[in-house]
């Protein structure tokens, strides 16, 4: 956890990872859980960190690399995702331990990894007047059948201000499943 000290943090998708990082001096934490987990209690461990996630190039770890940035967005200075050039046919489930033991690369071709990585900024999907719109129940809404569509719910809206609440024609909504609102 005194990883967590620093202003740099790479994330990776497992403890053995964590700890060649930190052998090469690089700090470096994970949560115990793999690619799948992550606990929403670390987020605001790292408020104001600059955050690298270094997960496995198969599935898995691009999915749980997404997870991580996702949550970490509203308290993280920045987030980068570092892409390890390994060849999957080579390495199926390559990770940052086949890239410094197998390959024998050193920290500084890690750090320039993490230099030129992009910026992690969360997708949002436009919608146009042309989409097809699928009426549902919101209780309804999270089922499968419906990811990535443009759905139509009846919710009630409430607010609190001063003003009255308008609410618009269009709007982007994001959840997070680490609020208590």
């Not at 690298?52 to 987030?79: C, P, Q, R, S």
Request: aromatic content about 8%.
């Amino acid at each position: 956890i005194e990883v967590l000290s620093n202003d740099d943090i790479v994330i990776t998708e497992g403890e053995i990872k964590a700890i060649l990082l930190n052998k090469v001096g690089i700090p470096a934490i994970c949560q115990s859980s793999g690619a799948k987990g992550w606990s929403a209690d670390l987020n605001p461990k790292f408020k104001d960190k600059n955050v690298y996630i270094m997960y496995d190039i198969d599935k898995a770890g691009h999915l749980g690399a997404e997870k991580v940035a996702v949550n970490l967005y509203k308290f993280a200075a920045k987030i980068k995702m570092v892409q390890l050039p390994i060849d999957p046919r080579q390495f199926p489930n390559g990770d940052i331990t086949n890239f410094i033991v197998d390959l024998g690369k050193t920290k500084e071709e890690i750090l320039e990894l993490m230099e030129k990585a992009e910026l992690w900024e969360p997708e949002f999907r436009e919608t146009k007047l042309d989409d097809e719109v699928f009426p549902t129940h919101l209780s309804k809404a999270t089922e499968a059948k419906f990811s990535g569509k443009v759905i139509e719910a009846k919710v009630v809206v409430t607010a609190k201000d001063t003003v009255p609440y308008i609410i618009p024609q269009q709007f982007k909504v994001t959840c997070s499943k680490d609020k208590d609102y």
